[in-house]
């Protein structure tokens, strides 16, 4: 255990579905971020938030919503996904020093997404 | 922009034997950070060892340790005495000195047989 939990496990939707991923985050830390896992290609992180502020935003689309309401919390809100958007969505949290990555990243397990 | 390269898809190894993961990146900072992480089947991202550029001894944690050759951009992973609980993915990342942004590699998938 990494200290950041992620729900759920497991996640089918259709197209025209809302649903929101959950990630919690035991360590104290004071930034979360959302990454994107597709198969045989790099971590694509998709959101940043530092001190509950969104610092990053890599041109996500917009059906995607992040949420950060306090530090140790953060959702991912889905609306109208695709199927390419089919894919491991991590969760990671640090405890970020002035937007230094010198601090560890501590990963959740992630949700599997597939969107039908 | 900085990229991260890992040229092996995949890797196998023995138990109790060596094996070495390549990992090269490319930058113009002078001041960053390099990981590896292991991603087992359980999908939990979990930190093997982590390495300071400005610093030219080679990290190491247990049966890892890194080869890092700051001029050439390399960082290799090397682990000593596999054990079948080495098998995952294996990912190099690389953490720019003022940001909290991570780069990943397309990760060595690392079979460990008995």
């Known amino acids: 255990e990494t200290g950041v939990t992620q729900t759920p496990r497991h996640l089918v939707m259709g197209m025209t579905n809302k649903k929101s991923l959950k990630c919690e985050q035991h360590?104290?830390?004071?930034?979360m971020y959302w990454y994107k896992q597709s198969a045989k290609k790099p971590l694509e992180l998709m959101f940043v938030y530092s001190l509950e502020e969104r610092v990053e935003n890599n041109s996500v689309p917009s059906r995607f919503s992040p949420e950060c309401p306090n530090s140790s919390h953060l959702f991912l809100h889905l609306h109208t996904l695709q199927p390419e958007d089919s894919a491991l969505y991590l969760c990671?949290?640090?405890?970020?020093?002035?937007?230094?990555?010198?601090?560890?990243?501590?990963f959740g397990a992630g949700t599997r997404l597939s969107v039908l | 922009a900085q990229t991260v390269t890992q040229s092996q898809p995949e890797m196998s190894v023995q138990e109790a034997e060596t094996v070495t993961l390549s990992c090269t990146y490319d930058?113009?900072?002078?001041?960053?950070?390099l990981f590896w992480y292991k991603q087992p089947p359980s999908r939990q991202m979990i930190l093997v060892i982590r390495q300071e550029a400005y610093k030219q001894q080679n990290a190491t944690e247990n049966r890892f340790s890194v080869n890092f050759q700051k001029a050439a951009k390399s960082f290799s992973l090397k682990i000593s005495d596999s054990q079948l609980g080495d098998a995952a993915m294996y990912f190099c990342a690389y953490g720019g000195g003022y940001t909290d942004k991570l780069i990943f590699g397309t990760g060595t998938r690392l079979q460990v047989f008995p």
């Open positions: 930058t113009s900072e002078s001041d960053y950070y």
């Open positions: 360590l104290g830390h004071n930034a």
């Open positions: 990671a949290s640090s405890q970020t020093l002035r937007g230094e990555s010198k601090n560890i990243q501590y």
